[in-house]
Each structure stands twice: as C-alpha cells, then as structure tokens.
T-cell receptor, first 117, second 113 residues
Framework: DVKVTQSSRYLVKRTGEKVFLECVQD?????MFWYRQDPGLGLRLIYF???????EKGDIPEGYSVSREKKERFSLILESASTNQTSMYLC????????????????FGSGTQLSVL | GQQLNQSPQSMFIQEGEDVSMNCTSS?????WLWYKQDPGEGPVLLIA?????ELTSNGRLTAQFGITRKDSFLNISASIPSDVGIYFC?????????????FGKGTKLSVKP
C-alpha cells in the first residue's frame, strides 16, 4: 500500500525555536509538497519540489524553508517558529508524467498538528 | 490569483439524506478534483474530472465538470455516518510555470444517525 509518512502527529514548540517537519514517501514519486491547513482557509501550498535538491515557492513560503536531499524525503523547516505558524501541516507526493505537474493523484500524509506557544 | 468558491461551508444532515456541494471559479480549469478528508487524516482523492460536461460516479458519489469549465458539483446519495469529513474541490490548469492545484476552502459534512 502506498504511503506518505509524516514523522509526528502532534508537535508543541516555543516561539523562536527551529522546527523540522519530516515527510517520507515510499512510492518513488518525483514531486513532493508541503501544505498548511487552517479552519476556513482550506489548503495552502507552502513549497514544492519536483526533483532532488530542487524547490519552488508556493503561495505562502514566508517564514518557511525546505530541504530535499533524497528523493523520498522532503523536510519543512521553520527557522524561527512564531505563533501564527500554529497549524496543521500536510505533506503530499505525486508522480511526474509528461511535461506538466500531474497533481491529480496527490497522496497525502496524515498531517502534523503544530502548536507554537 | 485564482480562487475557488466552495459552498456550503458546512452541512448538518440526517443519515439517508442526499448531499450537494459545489465549487465555482472566475477562471477556467482543465481538471476538477474532489477530495475527502476524514477526521485526523490527510485528504484522499474521490473523483477526478477531465472534460467539460463530464459526469463521473464513485459508488454513492457523483461529480460533474461544469460546461463552462468554471464550476464543478459533488453529490452524495443516501448519506451514512462514515461520510462525515471535509470535502475539498480542487482545480488545475495545465501549462504555466507551475500547473498548480487550487483548493477550495472545504465543505464540512456532519451526519446525524
């Protein structure tokens, strides 16, 4: 069964801490994504990556960075966590086909609920 | 940027009732997708639509790609308690620098047994 695994379901951090959210997929997918989900705002794309060591900004990249050193792993980094980064973070992956990103078969992880105090 | 208006925001229905929700946009999309998020889980793809006017079913779920390509509809017939969750629509345009998916804000469905 295909799987996207996020390392933590719940995380509590303090303001100013550096936070790492890890995501691993076992499907050999080229594309990986980080979204945040907030009530009433839906899913918003933070960063995505279409290859190892490649990254692209999404809609709300401010305050975040990412790392993709291996194909199966995509990390989201909060350099200095702030309370407005309290949210549910969802990692996703998909296979790349043709010349376009085929996002339709996005596979999501179960999410990490991050609280910044 | 592009935005999707998804409605209703939430629904409280009785088990056995039918459900309808929709997404509209001011922009044209080439693909419409519907995802469901169970409580405590990530979203899972329910239905994908690729052609204007297309009507696709998945069990008790039926979705349609609007003729104008600016809207899509999801219907659930004879709802059951496990239909509870958040339903997201998403639209995609191929081409451009990203070919990114745009998500609606979600419809939260509650079902009373």
């Amino acid at each position: 069964d295909v799987k996207v695994t996020q390392s933590s379901r719940y995380l509590v951090k303090r303001t100013g801490e550096k936070v790492f959210l890890e995501c691993v997929q076992d499907m050999d997918h080229e594309n990986m994504f980080w979204y945040r989900q907030d009530p009433g705002l839906g899913l918003r794309l933070i960063y995505f990556s279409y290859d190892v060591k490649m990254k692209e900004k999404g809609d709300i990249p401010e305050g975040y960075s990412v790392s993709r050193e291996k194909k199966e792993r995509f990390s989201l980094i909060l350099e200095s966590a702030s309370t407005n980064q309290t949210s549910m973070y969802l990692c996703a992956s998909t296979r790349a086909t043709g010349g376009y990103f085929t996002h339709e078969k996005l596979f999501f992880g179960s999410g990490t609920q991050l609280s910044v105090l | 940027g592009q935005q999707l208006n998804q409605s209703p925001q939430s629904m409280f229905i009785q088990e056995g009732e039918d459900v309808s929700m929709n997404c509209t946009s001011s922009s044209i999309f080439n693909t419409w997708l519907w995802y469901k998020q169970d409580p405590g889980e990530g979203p899972v793809l329910l239905i994908a639509l690729y052609k204007a006017g297309e009507l696709t079913s998945n069990g008790r779920l039926t979705a349609q790609f609007g003729i104008t390509r600016k809207d899509s509809f999801l219907n659930i017939s004879a709802s059951i308690p496990s239909d509870v969750g958040i339903y997201f629509c998403a639209g995609q345009n191929y081409g451009g620098s990203q070919g990114n998916l745009i998500f609606g804000k979600g419809t939260k469905l509650s079902v009373k047994p």
